[in-house]
């Protein structure tokens, strides 16, 4: 067995997993080769670090303290909505209800100005009645 198929079964033969003929294999290898000796090692200490790392416990109440945060955070969004967004929505209906006055006052008032001309265009008729005119063009 050579050093490259060795190191390939290393965690094999860490786990247990290789058949008895190739874990003594392995082991008479390891035994001989410095080399496979310190990989052997290092693969040893990366397990532990990983094995320390599986075992550190979650932080009690991490969970329900990230919760109550995410709450905090929707009532601040509401608190927001009702003590910013509302008023700006409020006066934002106010002003397009004055504008919108406005303009339908604006509306009436040119109507009422057209009916104006029609009614002073009534009063100056005069001049459409010839013979009224003529009679009284004739007395002067
Ligand atoms: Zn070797």
Redesign the pocket.
């Known amino acids: 067995m ?2 490259n198929e ?2 390939n079964k290393m965690i094999f033969f860490l786990e247990g997993s290789l058949s008895d003929s190739d874990w003594q294999l392995t082991n008479k ?2 035994l001989e ?1 410095n ?2 000796k310190l990989y052997l090692l290092r693969i040893e200490n990366m397990l532990e670090i990983i094995n320390k790392q599986k075992n550190i416990e979650p932080k009690p109440f991490l969970y329900t303290r990230l919760l109550a945060r995410i709450e905090n955070k929707e009532k601040n969004k509401a608190i927001f909505y009702r003590k910013v967004l509302q008023p700006i929505i409020i006066s934002a209906i106010v002003l397009f209800a004055i504008f919108g006055g406005f303009t339908i006052g604006k509306s009436y008032t040119s109507t009422s100005s057209s009916t104006q001309i029609s009614e002073t265009y009534y009063w100056n008729d005069f001049s459409q009645e010839p013979i009224e005119k003529a009679i009284l063009t004739d007395n002067q």
């Open positions: 050579n050093c060795v190191k290898h390891i080769c080399d496979c």
